[in-house]
């Protein structure tokens, strides 16, 4: 999934990202790594947003 605008530190492109079981939602321009309560606070702005979009 890709976030836009969502990175905390510089305000850059999320996506989900590695291998497996193990994924993570990383930012594509400066690279940081959400935290499990970042990712979780993302993933459930999206999920409102996606509930009021429809």
């Known amino acids: 999934m890709l976030w ?3 990175c905390p530190r510089c ?3 999320l996506a989900d990202a590695g291998f497996g079981l193990e ?3 990383e930012c594509l ?3 940081k790594t959400l ?3 970042q990712e979780a606070a993302v993933r459930s702005a ?3 947003y ?3 979009a429809a």
């Open 11 to 13: 305000g850059g492109d």
């Open 35 to 37: 935290t499990a309560e």
């Open 46 to 48: 999206s999920r409102r």
């Open 4 to 6: 836009l605008r969502g």
């Open 29 to 31: 321009q400066c690279g």
């Open 50 to 52: 996606a509930a009021r």
């Open 23 to 25: 994924t993570y939602v």
